[in-house]
């Protein structure tokens, strides 16, 4: 595996967890009328965003590994008209501003239109954050990223971290209530439907090894085999994730099966372009 990518790998994933808190919490609890003028979550208005800085605090950081001189990052802002990546790293950064904004009004204006506006800003660029960073490696000059597989895998990753987070942090932030309490569970079954769900799309669609997924072209004698180990280590993490939850609602075990297993599964994808 291409283990000196390392830092690209922490950055994805983190980045991705963050967007899918975005979905699974500032976007019901913030946006859907039936949850924005609840009073009982409004602790759990604030952990969201919070999570989401922290995650992208961190993935920035990870970030900086993969640079060969971390004192120019900055110009990867300038070239947002026509490069992707700098259109990820301005996502990135709106996403990140606007969240910690969104903590911070949560928490001394709760349920205040303000917050309403700032949420839509703040699920708006955690899809341009990802739509960015899937258009970064679905290029056609790496034949092995080149297909429905790449985007597919980063849904994927949105989806179980962060409908697992949204579970956590409302199973344990504030003092649940009814309304709180049918949100946890909400969320915990709609982790089993995820976890499920992206356990068979592992099989049939993950880069190079799903069922359906493309092959070709790759080096003849390239061995594959180290990375077929480590995408069935991925697999029977992810199947482990979902025992945690769908028979003993261990959510935060299941976390950590499920991130374990998404840093495999992107280990794998960083290694597809050189058969190793």
Aim: charged share 10%.
């Amino acid at each position: 595996m291409k283990l000196r990518e390392w830092p690209l790998v922490l950055f994805t994933v983190l980045g991705q967890a963050a967007v899918g808190a975005a979905l699974f919490i500032v976007l019901p609890l913030y946006i859907f009328p039936g949850w924005a003028a609840i009073r009982s979550v409004d602790e759990l208005r604030i952990a969201g965003p919070a999570a989401i800085v922290a995650l992208l605090g961190a993935a920035a950081v990870f970030s900086l590994f993969h640079l060969g001189r971390p004192q120019r990052a900055f110009r990867a802002l300038t070239k947002s008209g026509s490069s992707w990546l700098s259109r990820e790293v301005t996502a990135e950064m709106i996403f990140g501003i606007a969240s910690a904004a969104l903590a911070v009004l949560a928490w001394k204006m709760p349920r205040s239109a303000a917050s309403t506006t700032l949420s839509v800003l703040v699920v708006a660029e955690a899809g341009a954050f990802i739509y960015s960073m899937a258009r970064i490696y679905t290029i056609a000059a790496v034949p092995a990223w080149f297909s429905p597989a790449t985007p597919v895998s980063f849904a994927s990753t949105t989806l179980v971290l962060g409908s697992l987070i949204g579970a956590i942090l409302s199973g344990t932030i504030g003092t649940p209530g009814l309304d709180q309490s049918r949100f946890h569970s909400g969320l915990t079954g709609a982790a089993v439907i995820i976890l499920g769900a992206s356990f068979v799309i592992a099989i049939l669609y993950a880069p190079r090894f799903g069922v359906f997924a493309r092959k070709e072209p790759f080096p003849v004698a390239a061995p594959i085999r180290g990375l077929a180990l480590v995408q069935a280590m991925r697999l029977a993490l992810l199947g482990l994730a979902l025992a945690f939850v769908g028979f003993g609602s261990a959510l935060v075990p299941a976390l950590a099966a499920a991130f374990i297993s998404e840093i495999l599964g992107r280990f794998v994808f960083y290694s597809l372009p050189a058969g190793f």
